[in-house]
């Protein structure tokens, strides 16, 4: 790809060439100029996504907003926090670690890549992580920026970054393992502190029904914990596996399993985001209460959807958004509960297609939600 500029009038464009193919931008600021290119190129956006961004650009006037837009791209710090929050949501602290980059500095470019629309933040506790934006549709910039993301995340991420990140992830799924174990025996009653099962369980059951899926389905619950609805699902299926990577809440499972004499019922003892694991191929997957337990909660769906028949379902039960920080400590919890959209862009990029949710408010100021999704064919 080819880039010439010229100069027309008061305008500045610039013709980006590929074999046949012109894409021309046109605006009145050299400096943006200069700053679009260095986009184009750190992002190292490929021809094809260019003129595919650039037909749809819908250039603002505000010549401020356009420089916040390609100025956000056109630094290879700011590539590499966009690069990490592809795979799911940090502190400040967890960013400054993963980067090896001064708190101060890095602050100065999650602030302008949080002007420019592409990273939100939410509070934690006593603690703000951050994410990637979602997209807009009606954002006059969202071709460039999907181009730009899609770029990116096509880029191998750097190896030191990759060991720090993979050790992250890793001191999350320990602290929930340490929970498990020295709580396994008391963890419903400290659940219930947060919601009962019965509070929500007929609705759950109700839909799983509602799903019309034959008796000899195959279906997965990922986290069974001590394996209430793992026995209610191998009433009703042939063939039900549950997954877990707690030794000490699997056995607890067994037990309920054993006790209620079902003998189709398969354990297996490991992290459902391995590739063995993932290659199953069943009608439906459920996990209740389960996300805000897990280091990385984005990365389970699609784990999830390699997991799926085509048209195969995905249940997810889960408390929303909330601020009650004492369930870290009292339930395991890593997460603080999720909001709706969250788990919908979620679904959606790992080929999940969002069919319903439900909100149920309890008397104690939480709420659960219970979204299915959806594999294609």
Known sequence: ????????????????????????????????????????NNAQISPDETFKAMGSLRLNPSLEQQNVVFRAFADSVRTSILRVLESGS??????????????????????????????????????????????????????????????????QMDEAHRGRLDVLEHERSELSLNFFKKNAEKFAKN????????????????????????????VVEIGPGEGFLLVKLAQVFNQVIGIDNSAEMLSKAKESVSDANLDNVAFIHGDANQQSISRAKVNLVVMDMVLHHLP?????????????????????????????????????????????????NWAVLAGLEPLQSVNLALKNGFQVQISLFRLGL
Request: charged share 20%; glycine share 6%.
């Open 90 to 155: 940090f502190g400040v602290l967890e960013l400054s670690r993963l980067l090896d980059i001064r708190q101060s500095a890095l602050s100065h470019h999650l602030k302008t890549l949080a002007v420019a629309g592409l990273v939100a933040k939410r509070r934690e506790g006593n603690s703000i992580f951050y994410r990637r934006a979602f997209l807009r549709e009606d954002d006059p910039y969202v071709e460039f920026k999907r181009a730009a993301f899609n770029c990116i995340d096509s880029l």
């Open 191 to 218: 659940q219930e502190l947060i919601v009962e099962r019965s509070q929500y369980s007929p609705i759950l059951e109700e839909l799983i029904s509602s799903l019309n899926l034959p008796s000899d389905s195959t």
């Open 296 to 344: 990385s909660p984005a990365n389970i769906f699609g784990s999830v959807a390699d997991m799926l028949n085509p048209l195969g379902y995905f249940l997810a039960v889960d408390l929303a958004q909330h601020d009650q920080g004492w369930v870290c400590k009292s339930c395991g919890d890593l997460w603080l509960g999720f909001d709706e959209v969250e788990l919908e």
């Open 1 to 40: 790809m080819k880039g010439f500029i010229k100069s027309i009038s008061n305008n500045i464009d610039i013709d980006l060439i590929s074999g046949s193919t012109v894409a021309t931008l046109r605006c009145n600021s050299p400096k943006l100029i200069r700053v679009f290119l260095m986009s184009l």
